[in-house]
């Protein structure tokens, strides 16, 4: 049984850019979830994809999008990139849309915004 | 709007000794219940989780939490605390049913000691 991985682990930005953050889900997993941690913070939900499909989004900007493709994996953009974006971004999939299942989390990115 | 809160920022024990992690929430009716723990730079990892009936769950590494809805609390205990059990520690909500949005409170660092 694979896990979730997350590619880069880290990345260095410039105020202003954009970036994109990728995640494979678990084996048999078909909804992924993604995360902001701040230093110090538990994580903040940005928004979940179900089936391709956005499927709640936490209070994030509309600059925050994302994608899941048909094998279930995802991408994270951020656009226009502010300092405060710097955070670990998780990535979790899980069986099913709803609360019923835990997460299987990633290990990651580290995004510093500078 | 739901809340969790978890009183404790860091805690420090002695190997071999108990441990019990406190952790309230505020929700309009019972939610599930996580707690999960994170090692320095890694994802997290699911312990645990409640969504109805025993009160007292069992989880991964010997831990267990005990779903008091009098006191809007899920506290997790373990009766011999290792020194790899040093990690953070954070409790989560979910409302049942609807997509999976969880919210994390900020966490509790645990620190063992020789």
């Known amino acids: 049984e694979t896990g979730v991985t997350q590619s880069p682990t880290h990345l260095i930005k410039t105020r202003g850019q954009q970036v994109t953050l990728r995640c494979s889900s678990q084996s048999g997993h078909n909804t992924v979830s993604w995360y902001q941690q701040a230093l110090g913070q538990g994580p903040q939900f940005i928004f979940q994809?179900?089936?391709?499909?956005?499927?709640g989004r936490g209070n994030f900007p509309p600059r925050f999008s994302g994608l899941q493709f048909p094998n279930y994996s995802s991408e994270l953009n951020v656009n226009a990139l502010e300092l405060d974006d710097s955070a670990l971004y998780l990535c979790?999939?899980?069986?099913?849309?709803?609360?019923?299942?835990?997460?299987?989390f990633g290990s990651g990115t580290r995004l510093t915004v500078v | 709007a739901q809340s969790v809160t978890q009183p404790d920022i860091h805690i420090t024990v002695s190997e071999g000794a108990s441990l019990e992690l406190r952790c309230n929430y505020s929700y309009g009716a019972t939610p599930y219940l996580f707690w999960y723990v994170q090692s320095p730079g890694q994802g997290l990892q699911l312990l645990l989780k409640y969504f109805s009936g025993d009160t007292l769950v069992q989880g991964i590494k010997g831990f267990e939490a005990e779903f008091k809805r009098s006191q809007s609390s899920f506290n997790l205990r373990k009766p011999s605390v290792h020194w790899s059990d040093a990690a953070e520690y954070f409790c989560a909500v979910a409302l049942s049913g609807g997509y999976q949005k969880v919210t994390f409170g900020t966490g509790t660092k645990l620190q063992v000691i020789p």
């Open positions: 994809y179900y089936r391709e499909e956005e499927n």
């Open positions: 979790a999939s899980s069986l099913a849309k709803t609360s019923n299942y835990g997460y299987t």
